[in-house]
């Protein structure tokens, strides 16, 4: 297992493993099938987030060269919020509880204390055991509760706030 920065050839990869992830997880934004994100679309995005200073995506590469996990760093784009990040992160139901998030963060981590990033942000469904846990552990905080915030299987869940200065 490898874990890297994104490279425009991956755009395919990237564009099944996002889609298997919406499938597989119950707490996505996105449900299955809810976009479809052409492979030439994706490239652009990617191309799009490489050339920004403050935005990335990293992945985890099994021994088969498929990609089973994802994060994107999206930095914040005026002057006074340049030095923060948001991160969404997705991992393939196979590989989940492996340690590839906390690998992934990692990365994040060193890459973010040589691009100025000084906050990482996230949300995350409060319910979301295993997702708030892996936050907590890496030195992630709650700040608040985005109430209502998503509205799942017929009912509308609430969302923490969560974030880690460095």
């Known amino acids: ?24 997880s119950e707490y996505m934004l996105w ?7 052409p492979p030439e679309q994706q490239e652009k995005m990617i191309e799009r987030i490489g050339e920004s200073e403050n935005s990335t995506i990293f992945v985890a590469e099994n021994d088969n060269n498929e990609l089973v996990g994802y994060l ?4 914040g784009n ?5 030095h923060a990040a948001y991160i969404v992160i997705g ?20 890459w973010a204390s040589n691009h100025n990033i000084h906050r990482l942000e996230l949300t995350v469904v409060t319910r979301n055991e295993a997702g708030v846990s892996l936050y907590k552990k890496i030195g ?8 209502h915030s998503l509205f ?3 009912e ?9 200065l460095l």
Not at 31 to 37: P, T
Not at 140 to 147: L, S
């Open 156 to 164: 509308f869940v609430d969302e923490y706030y969560m974030s880690k």
């Open 91 to 110: 991992i393939s139901k196979d590989y989940r509880g492996q340690g590839i998030g906390k690998r992934l963060f990692k990365d994040l981590e060193q």
């Open 78 to 82: 005026a002057k006074r919020n340049k």
């Open 1 to 24: 297992m490898i874990t890297r920065e994104i490279d425009t050839s991956d755009s395919e990869k990237f564009a099944q493993l996002t889609s298997q992830v919406e499938a597989s």
């Open 31 to 37: 449900e299955a099938g809810e976009r479809n994100i």
């Open 152 to 154: 799942i299987d017929g």
């Open 72 to 75: 994107l760093v999206i930095g």
């Open 140 to 147: 992630f905080e709650i700040e608040g509760t985005k109430r």
